[in-house]
């Protein structure tokens, strides 16, 4: 029997609106759309920056960092393996798509078709519990990021603490120790997690650089 995460996976994968589909982009819509704004507001984006999301899911993070890259040469990226959100942002970016503003990515994480050292900020949204393996996916964001270049994680841990029986991710996928440890070993630095707030919820914001 499928678990709740597997069939909800499933249902993400396929371009229909089926009743998983339309939940799932009903509570990233209004539950992501803080945190993915917070990541980019973290992440220090300068007007000229290459920026990548990770899991660009329904596009809110993308959304919100593409006014500030006012300079020709400030483009965005994402990927994210889900046929559903790929097509869903799409359809949201269509304008920054077709200006060439914004690239979207429908892939795996582990094999993106990003050049090396071209990427100036990364950040991610309630991303890295589901990457099958940690460290070849940090090894291969550590591959497309410059030298000194930042990324910010942004999650709720008490959240995950009540969602991880319900989602059955594998084993410690979703400790931010095993995350934070395989950033550290793929050539990472300066590895830190702090607390945030919004408003009356606690959140917590991951910080990494790139040594090259």
């Known amino acids: 029997m499928m678990t709740v995460g597997q069939k909800l996976g499933q249902q993400l994968g396929h371009p229909?609106?089926?009743?998983?589909?339309?939940?799932?982009?009903?509570?990233?819509?209004?539950?992501?759309?803080?945190?993915?704004?917070?990541?980019?507001?973290?992440?220090?984006?300068?007007?000229?920056?290459?920026?990548?999301?990770?899991?660009?899911?329904?596009?809110?993070?993308?959304?919100?960092?593409?006014?500030?890259?006012?300079?020709?040469?400030?483009?965005?990226?994402g990927v994210d393996i889900s046929l559903y959100m790929h097509q869903m942002a799409g359809d949201r970016l269509k304008d920054l798509v077709s200006s060439g503003k914004v690239s979207l990515y429908h892939c795996d994480l582990m094999n993106m078709p990003i050049a090396d050292n071209s990427v100036?900020?990364?950040?991610?949204?309630?991303?890295?519990?589901?990457?099958?393996?940690?460290?070849?996916?940090?090894?291969?964001?550590?591959?497309?990021?410059?030298?000194?270049?930042?990324?910010?994680?942004?999650?709720?841990?008490?959240?995950?603490?009540?969602?991880?029986?319900?989602?059955?991710?594998?084993?410690?996928?979703?400790?931010?120790?095993?995350y934070m440890a395989a950033l550290r070993d793929s050539g990472f630095s300066q590895v830190t997690m702090e607390n945030k707030q919004h408003k009356h919820l606690r959140y917590q914001a991951i910080y990494t650089t790139a040594d090259k």
């Open 16 to 77: 229909t609106r089926s009743l998983y589909g339309w939940l799932a982009t009903m509570f990233l819509k209004y539950h992501n759309r803080w945190m993915e704004v917070s990541a980019v507001s973290l992440s220090g984006i300068q007007p000229g920056d290459t920026v990548l999301e990770l899991g660009h899911g329904l596009g809110l993070g993308l959304e919100a960092a593409a006014p500030l890259l006012t300079e020709p040469t400030g483009k965005l990226l």
């Open 120 to 178: 100036d900020k990364v950040f991610h949204c309630n991303c890295y519990y589901y990457w099958t393996n940690h460290r070849k996916a940090a090894a291969e964001i550590h591959r497309v990021m410059k030298p000194g270049g930042l990324m910010v994680t942004t999650l709720i841990l008490n959240r995950m603490l009540i969602l991880n029986p319900i989602l059955q991710l594998s084993g410690e996928s979703w400790y931010p120790e095993d």
